[in-house]
């Protein structure tokens, strides 16, 4: 991964973005940088903008950009290598941001929604995430549809190199697909 100092991984919830970036981090010793965390961490603080964007999350809508951006972008100072978990997350996000970071390789998970639901059924019931209910988890894959899934054509467009992963298998196998190709970058 010689050339690959910033990466971003993008896919449906629950496709695996934090399980798979966690263990890249890992592997490539480079820091993990989660946009659901980073922002699930200002809404424990109860501040305002921590109760704004509850407001946006419980719901399963995306965050606004200004905020996320801002917070996002200052966890980034100074930071040289990092895989982006779930960020840039649509569009005009990735406007903005991609003009301010260098984005090396773009890694998409492909995982059906049927898979996806019954792993955030299965993770409600060990973490008790309050986004992870039936209604907010169908609401999240009509965002991830309507709002993330057109960035791919965004960076097809702008010359990203993307990484296409088959992401319904164990965490494991898709790792070891990953790694594959990662190794050899
Ligand atoms: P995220 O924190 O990104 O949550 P996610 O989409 O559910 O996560 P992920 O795909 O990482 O799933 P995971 O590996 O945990 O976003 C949450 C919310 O934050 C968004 O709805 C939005 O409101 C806001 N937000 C985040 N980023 C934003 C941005 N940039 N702009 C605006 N708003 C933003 O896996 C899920 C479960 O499946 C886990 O329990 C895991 O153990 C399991 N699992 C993973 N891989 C598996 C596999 N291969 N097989 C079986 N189970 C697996």
Do not use: W
């Amino acid at each position: 991964m010689k050339g690959v100092k910033i990466i971003s991984i993008t896919g449906p919830p629950g496709s695996g973005k934090g399980t798979q970036a966690k263990m890249i981090s890992k592997k490539f010793k480079i820091k993990h940088i989660s946009a659901g965390d980073i922002l699930r961490k200002e809404t424990k603080k109860k501040t305002s903008v921590g109760k704004r964007l509850e407001g946006y999350m419980d719901k399963g809508e995306l965050a606004p950009n200004k905020i996320v951006n801002e917070i996002v972008l200052k966890t980034l100072k100074g930071k040289k290598s990092f895989i982006l978990d779930g960020f840039p997350r649509d569009v005009p996000q990735a406007k903005e941001v991609l003009g301010k970071i260098k984005i090396d390789l773009v890694i998409n998970l492909n995982v059906g929604k049927n898979v996806v639901v019954k792993r955030l059924l299965k993770r409600a019931k060990i973490e008790g995430r309050d986004d992870d209910t039936p209604k907010v988890i169908r609401h999240r894959f009509k965002v991830y549809n309507d709002e993330t899934k057109p960035l791919l054509n965004y960076y097809i467009k702008m010359g990203y190199t993307i990484i296409n992963i088959d992401g319904n298998g164990s965490p494991r196998k898709i790792f070891k697909d990953l790694c594959k190709i990662l190794k050899e970058m």
